[in-house]
């Protein structure tokens, strides 16, 4: 589903904090042959460029998306001079060698607001000298700051269904495959409640939004903030619906039914397995016994619950996936979105310990993507396991299905549905 492309709205806001003119534009909405005449029309003096994906992580139909940002690349190049700045969660993952292969001017990791604006006002100030690279989390000033364009808002309400905030940035877990702490940074800071709830509120009553994916890369961090975040919507009486990513672990009944109440109708909990050793493994800081409990809770109070599901990761075996099975059956008002392939990106502990296993090298090209292999157990030994253990189970969504899925949701949300809907699949 088109995701909305939050950077862009606070970028354009910290740009505008400066006393700058920005254009917003969104190669979804527009398209790349409107490209040319914005830049011709516009003559900026400088060009940010986000990169949210390198591909589209599908071990299964593997599709690289460098060729497709070379064309943009060479569309700016051709029709301005400004320098070109790239960023991006798709570029922070490998900066340097994407700048050299696209021929970008600099680079962001991470956030953006803050460095954007520091490039800004180097180039002000005519400064001779200063880094190619810069880590967007020693720049953060004016995180959580936002303008919407109307015209993207109105696309992606359209389209997808929801409208992505974030309430909080960072991610202070260690689990061992993930790239969110090297994107955001392991150090949580959170969002003003009162100026993110008057955010909301403005996009409920002046653009009709009243469905939200909060894009935390956690929700469920703080408690407190949380609670407070659900009372402000409360107070305010924002007739809301809204979703987000939790960690099945730290829940208790009071804590949902408050965000219930404010809103909260899907809980996406990122799992990775139902089996203690290969949760050890990951590093996710939970058990099994606790997945099932607090995925029972959600669903005791109604809230559509999904799982997703990560296999192939050191130690995985066969009895690991049969066991992570084995609980995932008792869950049966669950989704499952089942992956397979634990893609390693330098900076991780997987890439660490795949370094020491000599399963790839310091040099090794990271855009073909390069997945962990658990000793005598071959990706497609996995999947050939999944699909025999899981046939006639109607919950179990695998990436083969993802076009039919497609087909649904566009049917869906041409009658007016909002939210995640993977709930509907179950019945199609």
């Excluded at 389209?159 to 150090?187: A, E, V, W």
């Excluded at 403005?202 to 890369?217: A, C, H, N, Q, W």
């Amino acid at each position: 589903m088109p995701v909305y492309p939050l950077s862009l709205a606070r970028l354009a806001r910290a740009v505008e904090t400066r006393g700058d003119q920005v254009r917003q534009f969104d190669l979804l909405v527009h398209g790349n042959h409107q490209l040319p005449g914005v830049l011709q029309e516009y003559q900026p003096n400088l060009v940010a460029l986000s990169l949210r994906n390198l591909d589209n992580l599908d071990t299964t139909a593997y599709r690289s998306y460098l060729s497709s940002y070379r064309e943009i690349m060479n569309i700016i190049c051709s029709h301005t001079q400004a320098p070109v700045v790239l960023g991006g969660s798709g570029f922070s993952l490998l900066p340097h060698e994407l700048l050299q292969r696209l021929d970008g001017n600099l680079g962001v990791i991470g956030p953006g607001e803050g460095a954007l604006s520091a490039i800004l006002q180097a180039l002000d100030e005519g400064a001779s000298s200063f880094p190619q690279i810069l880590n967007g989390t020693e720049y953060n000033d004016g995180a959580f700051q936002s303008r919407h364009e109307p015209e993207l808002v109105e696309y992606y309400w359209r389209f997808g269904g929801m409208i992505g905030l974030q309430t909080k940035r960072g991610c202070p877990r260690h689990c061992s495959y993930c790239t969110y702490p090297l994107i955001d940074g392991n150090r949580t800071r959170y969002a003003e409640i009162p100026a993110l709830v008057e955010e909301i509120e403005l996009l409920v009553r002046k653009m009709g939004v009243t469905y939200f994916y909060f894009v935390d890369s956690v929700f469920n961090q703080d408690r407190e903030h949380e609670l407070a975040f659900a009372e402000e919507i409360l107070r305010r009486d924002l007739a809301i619906r809204w979703c987000a990513f939790f960690a099945p672990s730290g829940l208790d009944r009071e804590y949902l039914k408050v965000l219930k109440k404010s809103g909260l109708t899907h809980v996406e909990f990122g799992t990775e397995a139902m089996c203690d050793r290969m949760l050890s493994s990951y590093k996710k800081g939970f058990n099994t016994a606790e997945v099932v409990h607090n995925s029972s809770l959600a669903n005791e109070l109604g809230l559509h619950v999904c799982h997703y599901l990560l296999f192939g990761g050191p130690g995985e075996a066969p009895d690991t996936v049969r066991e992570t099975l084995t609980h995932a059956r008792k869950l049966s008002d669950c989704v499952f979105f089942p992956f397979v392939g634990v893609r390693i990106y330098p900076g991780t502990d997987v890439y660490l310990q795949a370094l020491n296993e000599n399963q790839v090298q310091v040099d090794s090209d990271y855009f073909a993507p390069i997945f962990y292999n658990p000793e005598g157990f071959a990706r497609e030994a996995i999947w050939e396991m999944l699909r025999r253990e899981t046939e006639g189970l109607t919950n179990w969504l695998f990436p083969s299905k993802y076009e039919d899925i497609s087909r649904i949701l566009k049917r869906l949300r041409q009658r007016g549905l909002k939210g995640p809907l993977w709930e509907y699949l179950l019945q199609n």
